[in-house]
Antibody, heavy 129, light 109 residues
């Protein structure tokens, strides 16, 4: 069974740091791009970051660029999100997600396609003093 | 970054069909070829319902379908059931990002 399990959420003060982890199982991890998405209380879904299957390409939302770092360990089937300089507005449920698809054109550029087809249950990050 | 606009809410009675629209505001949104739709029940993780505009993942009811016209994608739910009451989100892609719509609350009357 395909499964994603997030850990690492908690309460942190503004300006603090936190590292989220996601353990993947039930599929060939290194063949899938992986993402983090989040949802603030009572708000909509927001994409945070995506990393390619081999880990050689990373993408970030403008709101987290320079503060968050996505990484993966394909030998351990794990996905991480290192978050620094946390802000109150980073408070959210953070989801580990399989996908979207990431393909390469004949010219060597990459593009997203398909969807995000497996979601973890989420881990809660609260940024508050 | 680009934005996708959805109606805040839609409603319908059991057995009816409803449509949720998703309109892009930027010409950079990957020509809208790869729109996907997600269903989220309260307190639950989202579920992929439609990908690449109109394809359904295995296990998703054929009451759910997708279409696109220009820069507007649509999710159509036919034969509404009580269990369809949920929030629905569209997504599309730029060359470097994933864009979510603001979400639509579907109420089954």
């Amino acid at each position: 069974e395909v499964h994603l399990l997030e850990t690492g959420g908690g309460l942190v003060q503004p300006g603090g740091s936190l590292r989220l982890s996601c353990a993947a199982s039930g599929f060939t991890f290194n063949t899938y791009a992986m993402s983090w998405a989040r949802q603030s209380p009572g708000k909509g879904l927001q994409w945070v970051s995506t990393i390619s299957g081999r880990g050689d390409s990373t993408y970030y939302a403008d709101s987290v660029m320079g503060r968050f770092t996505i990484s993966r360990d394909n030998s351990k089937n794990t996905l991480d999100l290192q978050m620094i300089s946390l802000r109150v507005e980073d408070t959210a449920e953070y989801y580990c997600v399989r996908g979207p698809g990431l393909a390469v054109t004949g010219q060597g550029s990459r593009y997203f396609y398909y969807g995000m087809d497996v979601w973890g249950q989420g881990t809660t990050v609260t940024v508050s003093s | 970054q680009s934005a996708l606009t959805q109606p805040a809410s839609v409603s319908g009675s059991p057995g009816q069909s409803i449509t949720i629209s998703c309109t892009g505001t930027s010409s950079d949104v990957s020509d809208y070829k790869y729109v996907s739709w997600y269903q989220q029940h309260p307190g639950k993780a989202p579920k992929l319902m439609i990908y690449d505009v109109s394809d359904r993942p295995s296990g998703v009811s054929n009451r759910f379908s997708g279409s696109q016209s220009g820069n507007t994608a649509s999710l159509i739910i036919s034969g509404l059931q009580a269990e369809d009451e949920a929030d629905y989100y569209c997504t599309s892609y730029t060359s470097t990002s994933v864009i979510f719509g603001g979400g639509t609350r579907l109420t089954v009357l």
